[in-house]
């Protein structure tokens, strides 16, 4: 039996897996991809960044309801997904097809769709029209072939799987059947409501994990990759910011794994703030309260 070979990836390589990760497999070189692919993006952030923002009720511009700015978000998701992403491993990768193009745009109007034509969704809930259903449908397809670009096949499959049994809950086993939903019913609920894909997960998705996704992006730029460390390292003693930071985060960590041990813990992170300096003595840190005295640093618990 031959033995796997260990073979060990660059950091040059490690780099272009998580740059392919988070901003697709594409480097088109043409002039017109490579500004779309960049001021779609900018356009994404700047748009979240004044959702996010009070500026909208304070000039009265542009105010969105939840559902509205949902609706926006999966419409540049989409469009970016199949921009940015190759069909398959072996697609062209220097340049965008033209049948890629034209699926973007039509899953971005799917998408942005509830946006379009809120007013005229909201006085007829549960009677779709016909156009209702065919984007709906075109839009739920869509969606599930951006996820399998974008995070892989698994998580396409898994909600492949529960769509049909949505629909196919009449044919299945005495167990887990059901009545089954109509097409009617199913693409109202998974599309045209705020009950299927614009629900809870994408107002998240909207409000709070695209600022922390673009933080973390600020961060891993590489001015900031270059002077995050030097300045990590100068936060020494009680002047420094970032040296308080990283005993605190040490400090959380022993507070969620070993809370039986946590003030003796607490005084080994003591140290931390005290650094070079010599300040922080006789605090918090360094005197264990007097009723943990004889219990071996065990914190009491009163009923």
């Known amino acids: 039996m031959s033995k796997p070979s260990d073979t060990k990836l660059s950091g040059d390589q490690i780099h272009d897996m998580l740059a392919q990760a988070d901003t697709g497999g594409r ?32 000039f009265n511009i542009f105010v969105l309801n939840s559902s509205e700015a949902r609706s ?30 034209i699926i973007a745009l039509i899953g971005a109007f799917c998408a942005g769709y509830l946006f379009l034509f809120y007013n005229e969704l909201s006085g007829r809930p549960g009677n779709p029209t016909t156009l209702d259903l065919v984007v709906a449908v075109t839009g739920l397809i869509l969606l599930l072939e951006a996820t399998r670009r974008a995070l892989g096949p698994p998580l396409m499959v898994v909600a492949t799987v529960f769509i049909i049994y949505t629909f196919a809950g009449a044919y299945m086993p005495n167990v887990i059947a059901h009545k089954g939903a109509s097409l009617v019913k199913g693409m109202s609920h998974y599309w045209l409501t705020t009950e299927g894909v614009y629900g809870v997960a994408l107002g998240v998705s909207t409000s709070m994990v695209f600022m922390f996704v673009l933080f973390g992006s600020l961060l891993e730029s590489d001015r900031l990759r270059r002077t995050w460390p030097s300045a990590w390292r100068s936060g020494q003693g009680s002047g420094g910011l970032l040296g308080h930071d990283r005993a605190c985060v040490r400090l959380l960590h022993c507070q969620r794994g070993h809370h039986r041990n946590f003030y003796h813990s607490a005084d080994a992170q003591g140290r931390l703030f005290r650094g070079k300096g010599g300040r922080h003595r006789g605090g918090f840190f360094h005197q264990r309260p007097a009723h943990t005295a004889g219990h071996g640093g065990r914190r009491l618990s009163h009923g």
Not at 92 to 101: A, E, G, N, R, S
Request: proline share 13%.
């Open 27 to 58: 480097h088109p070189t043409g002039s017109f991809p490579r500004m779309v692919l960049f001021y779609i993006p900018l356009a994404w952030t700047l748009f979240q960044l004044w959702y996010a923002s009070p500026l909208p009720y304070m």
């Open 72 to 101: 926006i978000h999966l419409a540049f998701a989409i469009f970016l997904s199949y921009t940015a992403f190759p069909t398959l491993k072996s697609s062209p990768k220097d340049y965008i097809p033209l049948q890629d193009w």
